[in-house]
């Protein structure tokens, strides 16, 4: 049609690519998914394609469209798995199960979790294997319990402290108030991650977990910075 027309004219690609994935994201509102992902596939680079069917997928979710969120899904893998970039495939495919997650399509976010962690684990490079990892654990937090092995499963310190500190803050999320046996998880994790790192790692959840633990270190601070300053001032 014209919008297609006149999109398809644009010289730029990014806002080609742009244009088109608006106009995907318009069909998909309108339940066309054949020509939402046709317009999808006219990005110029698989990544692109991957994540235009992922934000036309989370409009066929907010419709009640199960179906064509799952269809949308597959088609999304599809293309992320012809990025020829490892790292960007890895990413781009944690991204789609992490929206997945988001959209409590569990199945599709359990299988795309398997997909990534077999990837990482093939990288012979121990470094972008943890990032990889490091990566998948908060998306893993959201499906099943598989997401402390995963962190157990990092062999750097520095990524598994971060990984900890993600795996804790997903966590947080899910604690309800009164929360018994989640709660003490996340107490052992949070209380593990404050061990392993500096406690700026894992400032964000201890303060969701515990404003008062982290009032306390505010306290002792102030009062650390107020003896130096008497110190100086002798």
């Known amino acids: 049609d014209r919008a297609e027309s006149l999109v398809q004219a644009i010289a730029i690609s990014f806002w080609r690519d742009q ?7 318009v069909a998909a509102q309108a339940g066309d998914y054949d020509r939402a992902e046709t317009l999808a596939r006219g990005n110029s680079n698989p990544e692109g394609q991957s994540h235009a069917l992922t934000d036309m997928m989370t409009v066929a979710v ?9 269809r949308l899904i597959r088609s999304a893998e599809v293309s992320a798995r012809a990025i020829t970039d490892s790292d960007r495939q890895v ?6 199960a992490g929206a997945a997650a988001r959209a409590d399509e ?31 654990v908060a998306v893993a937090a959201r499906t099943d319990d598989r997401a402390e092995g995963l962190v157990r499963a990092i062999a750097d310190p520095y990524w598994q402290a971060q990984a900890l500190a993600l795996l804790v803050s997903a966590y947080v999320d899910q604690v309800p108030p009164h929360g018994d046996r989640k709660r003490g998880i996340v107490r052992r994790l949070l209380a593990e991650s404050l061990s392993a790192a500096p406690w700026q790692v ?24 107020l003896r130096q300053r008497m110190l100086i001032g002798r």
Do not use: K, Y
């Open 202 to 225: 894992s400032l964000s959840p201890l303060a969701r977990l515990s404003p008062s633990a982290v009032l306390a270190l505010a306290d002792e601070f102030e009062a650390t910075a």
């Open 62 to 70: 907010r419709a009640g469209d199960r179906d064509g969120a799952r």
């Open 19 to 25: 244009g088109l994935t608006d106009l995907g994201v």
């Open 91 to 96: 990413e781009t495919l944690t991204d789609l």
């Open 106 to 136: 569990r199945g599709s976010a359990r299988r795309l979790i398997d997909l990534v962690e077999g990837l990482a684990h093939a990288m012979t490079d121990q470094d972008r294997q943890a990032q990889a990892l490091a990566g998948l």
